[in-house]
Structures are given as C-alpha cells and as structure tokens.
Nanobody, 115 residues
Framework: QVQLVESGGGLVQPGGSLKLSCAAS????????MAWYRQAPGKQRELVAA???????NYADSVKGRFTISRDNAKNTVYLEMNSLKPEDTAVYYC?????????WGQGTQVTVSS
C-alpha cells in the first residue's frame, strides 16, 4: 500500500506561482512513476505532468514552459512548480503514483487562480 499526501495549494493571482508537494509513504520505495493530474469543475480529470524514475518529464501542452515536475527519491516526494498561473489552471490537483503496476491517488489540493 502507498499513501500520497498533497500540500501547497491555495489562492494565487494570475501570473503568480505555487509549488505543490506530494509525500509518499508506505511501500513508496517501489514507486516507478509519479504524476500530477487536475480536475476543474465540470471537466474530466487530466494529466498535467508525469515523471518516471530515471526518466524525462512529460507535460500537457497547456502547461509546457510554465510548470516543472521534479522528484526527490530520498524523500519520496514529488513536486509541481507552477509559474505564470492562469485562471484556467484553477482545479483540484491530484498526485498519482504507480507501484507494482497499481495506481494510487492522493486526496487532492485546491488551486485557485483569481484576482
């Protein structure tokens, strides 16, 4: 079992920045891929960024150049640094991890971009 806990969400003005964190516990040593998804009201959950252990990051076109995913394997933590935030980035952001071919979700953290 893997537990994922996100933090760092909040309210930010357009053009601002936020950094989300997701700490993994439990059998987290076996996590291969960690990713961030988001879900806006009335929309489907979508992939924002993903990072496989030892691999290169992948980003949704809508966030390329603005968001950066990184992970600290020693701390079992994945980060999402978000810059130049736009109102359309408003959503609940979820951490996702894959361990032994099983996917795990965090509880989500709200990000609101508004003036």
């Amino acid at each position: 079992q893997v537990q994922l806990v996100e933090s760092g969400g909040g309210l930010v003005q357009p053009g601002g920045s936020l950094k989300l964190s997701c700490a993994a516990s439990g059998s987290s040593f076996s996590i291969s891929t960690m990713a961030w998804y988001r879900q806006a009201p009335g929309k489907q959950r979508e992939l924002v960024a993903a990072l496989r252990r030892g691999g290169s990051p992948n980003y949704a076109d809508s966030v390329k150049g603005r968001f950066t995913i990184s992970r600290d394997n020693a701390k079992n933590t994945v980060y999402l640094e978000m810059n130049s935030l736009k109102p359309e980035d408003t959503a609940v952001y979820y951490c996702y991890g894959v361990s032994s071919y099983t996917g795990y979700w965090g509880q989500g953290t709200q990000v609101t971009v508004s003036s």
